[in-house]
């Protein structure tokens, strides 16, 4: 069974910085693709940003380019672990955040989410 535990959101204030953390877990689970993805009260969930794990190629949202980096471990076991840097956090940048896993481009694994709220 494969297990996204999500850890590090919080109460920040604008111009902060936060570090999430993502541990994936699972027997033989091996993502091709890692992400975040966030949702704020009252909108759709929007991606944020991904990583591929053969060559560690990253995408940013619009957004958050520039302000946010994500980056991962690939353990040689069956963990693995991403992390989200958000510096020069805004009150916009409020919402749940949810580290996703899948193949390719498709997220199909999720986890269950850690608030992270920006004070203007």
């Known amino acids: 069974q494969v297990q996204l535990v999500e850890s590090g959101g919080g109460l920040v204030q604008a111009g902060g910085s936060l570090r999430l953390s993502c541990a994936a877990s699972?027997?033989?689970?091996?993502?091709?693709?890692m992400g975040w993805f966030r949702q704020a009260p009252g909108k759709e969930r929007e991606f944020v940003a991904s990583i591929k794990r053969s060559g560690g190629s990253t995408y940013y949202a619009n957004s958050v380019k520039g302000r946010f980096t994500i980056s991962r471990d690939n353990a040689k076991n069956t963990v693995n672990t991403v992390y989200l840097q958000m510096n020069s956090l805004k009150p916009e940048d409020t919402a749940v955040y949810y580290c996703?896993?899948?193949?390719?481009?498709?997220?199909?694994?999720w986890g269950q989410g850690t608030q992270v709220t920006v004070s203007s």
């Open positions: 699972g027997r033989a689970f091996s993502p091709s693709v």
């Open positions: 996703a896993a899948g193949v390719g481009n498709t997220f199909s694994y």
